[in-house]
Nanobody, 124 residues
Protein backbone atom coordinates (compact mmCIF):
# COMPACT_ATOMS: atom_id res chain seq x y z
CA UNK A 1 0.00 0.00 0.00
CA UNK A 2 1.27 3.45 -0.92
CA UNK A 3 -0.09 6.66 0.52
CA UNK A 4 0.51 9.82 -1.50
CA UNK A 5 0.11 13.36 -0.23
CA UNK A 6 0.32 16.33 -2.57
CA UNK A 7 1.16 19.88 -1.56
CA UNK A 8 2.15 23.17 -3.13
CA UNK A 9 -1.00 24.15 -4.95
CA UNK A 10 -2.49 27.62 -4.79
CA UNK A 11 -3.52 30.73 -6.65
CA UNK A 12 -1.06 32.31 -9.07
CA UNK A 13 -1.24 34.88 -11.84
CA UNK A 14 -0.73 33.90 -15.45
CA UNK A 15 2.96 33.68 -16.24
CA UNK A 16 3.82 32.69 -12.70
CA UNK A 17 5.26 29.48 -11.27
CA UNK A 18 4.38 26.84 -8.72
CA UNK A 19 6.10 23.69 -7.53
CA UNK A 20 3.98 20.76 -6.50
CA UNK A 21 5.31 18.04 -4.23
CA UNK A 22 4.02 14.55 -3.62
CA UNK A 23 5.31 12.65 -0.62
CA UNK A 24 4.96 8.87 -0.55
CA UNK A 25 4.72 6.68 2.53
CA UNK A 26 6.13 3.54 0.97
CA UNK A 27 9.71 2.36 1.47
CA UNK A 28 9.45 0.91 -2.04
CA UNK A 29 8.81 4.32 -3.61
CA UNK A 30 11.84 3.95 -5.86
CA UNK A 31 10.27 0.92 -7.55
CA UNK A 32 7.24 2.86 -8.81
CA UNK A 33 6.77 4.87 -11.94
CA UNK A 34 5.23 8.17 -10.86
CA UNK A 35 2.84 10.39 -12.72
CA UNK A 36 1.02 13.69 -12.41
CA UNK A 37 -2.51 14.09 -13.72
CA UNK A 38 -4.93 16.98 -13.62
CA UNK A 39 -8.66 17.35 -13.70
CA UNK A 40 -10.50 20.55 -14.56
CA UNK A 41 -14.16 21.00 -13.58
CA UNK A 42 -16.42 18.95 -15.81
CA UNK A 43 -13.52 17.29 -17.58
CA UNK A 44 -11.74 13.96 -17.44
CA UNK A 45 -8.57 13.43 -15.46
CA UNK A 46 -5.70 13.75 -17.91
CA UNK A 47 -2.03 12.81 -17.93
CA UNK A 48 0.39 15.68 -17.40
CA UNK A 49 3.81 14.12 -16.80
CA UNK A 50 5.45 10.85 -15.85
CA UNK A 51 8.85 9.73 -14.64
CA UNK A 52 10.57 6.37 -14.51
CA UNK A 53 12.00 4.86 -11.37
CA UNK A 54 15.55 6.15 -11.95
CA UNK A 55 14.36 9.66 -12.75
CA UNK A 56 16.33 9.66 -15.99
CA UNK A 57 13.39 9.32 -18.37
CA UNK A 58 10.32 11.53 -18.40
CA UNK A 59 7.25 12.07 -20.54
CA UNK A 60 4.99 15.11 -20.88
CA UNK A 61 1.64 15.98 -22.35
CA UNK A 62 2.05 18.25 -25.35
CA UNK A 63 0.17 21.02 -23.57
CA UNK A 64 2.85 21.35 -20.88
CA UNK A 65 6.08 20.52 -22.73
CA UNK A 66 8.70 23.18 -22.21
CA UNK A 67 6.83 24.67 -19.25
CA UNK A 68 6.54 21.85 -16.70
CA UNK A 69 9.30 19.63 -15.29
CA UNK A 70 8.77 16.43 -13.37
CA UNK A 71 11.51 15.16 -11.06
CA UNK A 72 11.91 12.80 -8.13
CA UNK A 73 14.09 12.33 -5.10
CA UNK A 74 14.04 8.66 -4.14
CA UNK A 75 15.93 9.35 -0.92
CA UNK A 76 13.05 11.58 0.19
CA UNK A 77 10.26 9.46 -1.33
CA UNK A 78 9.03 12.54 -3.15
CA UNK A 79 8.09 13.47 -6.69
CA UNK A 80 7.86 17.08 -7.87
CA UNK A 81 6.19 19.03 -10.62
CA UNK A 82 7.75 22.39 -11.39
CA UNK A 83 5.26 24.49 -13.32
CA UNK A 84 6.43 27.64 -15.09
CA UNK A 85 4.74 30.09 -17.45
CA UNK A 86 1.38 29.07 -16.06
CA UNK A 87 -1.75 29.76 -18.09
CA UNK A 88 -5.40 30.01 -17.02
CA UNK A 89 -6.05 26.73 -18.84
CA UNK A 90 -3.68 25.01 -16.39
CA UNK A 91 -6.28 25.54 -13.68
CA UNK A 92 -7.25 22.14 -12.27
CA UNK A 93 -6.90 19.77 -9.37
CA UNK A 94 -3.51 18.11 -9.71
CA UNK A 95 -3.03 14.51 -8.61
CA UNK A 96 0.07 12.40 -8.25
CA UNK A 97 -0.12 8.68 -8.84
CA UNK A 98 2.06 5.60 -8.53
CA UNK A 99 2.26 2.80 -11.05
CA UNK A 100 3.76 -0.64 -10.52
CA UNK A 101 3.46 -1.70 -14.16
CA UNK A 102 5.95 -1.49 -16.99
CA UNK A 103 6.26 1.72 -18.95
CA UNK A 104 4.78 5.15 -18.41
CA UNK A 105 1.02 4.97 -18.09
CA UNK A 106 -0.91 7.66 -19.89
CA UNK A 107 -4.33 6.67 -18.64
CA UNK A 108 -5.87 6.95 -15.21
CA UNK A 109 -6.63 3.22 -15.08
CA UNK A 110 -2.95 2.30 -15.36
CA UNK A 111 -2.04 3.72 -11.96
CA UNK A 112 -2.44 1.84 -8.70
CA UNK A 113 -2.33 4.56 -6.06
CA UNK A 114 -3.51 8.18 -5.97
CA UNK A 115 -3.15 11.20 -3.78
CA UNK A 116 -6.05 13.37 -2.72
CA UNK A 117 -5.17 16.18 -5.11
CA UNK A 118 -4.13 19.81 -4.78
CA UNK A 119 -5.89 22.76 -6.38
CA UNK A 120 -4.02 24.98 -8.81
CA UNK A 121 -5.76 28.15 -9.95
CA UNK A 122 -4.21 30.47 -12.52
CA UNK A 123 -5.80 33.89 -12.87
CA UNK A 124 -5.64 35.90 -16.07
Amino acid sequence: QVQLVESGGGLVQAGGSLRLSCAASSRTFSTYIMGWFRQAPGKERRFVAGIYQSGLTTHYADSVKGRFTISRDNAKNTVYLQMNSLKPEDTAVYYCAARSGVGIGFNRSEYDYWGQGTQVTVSS
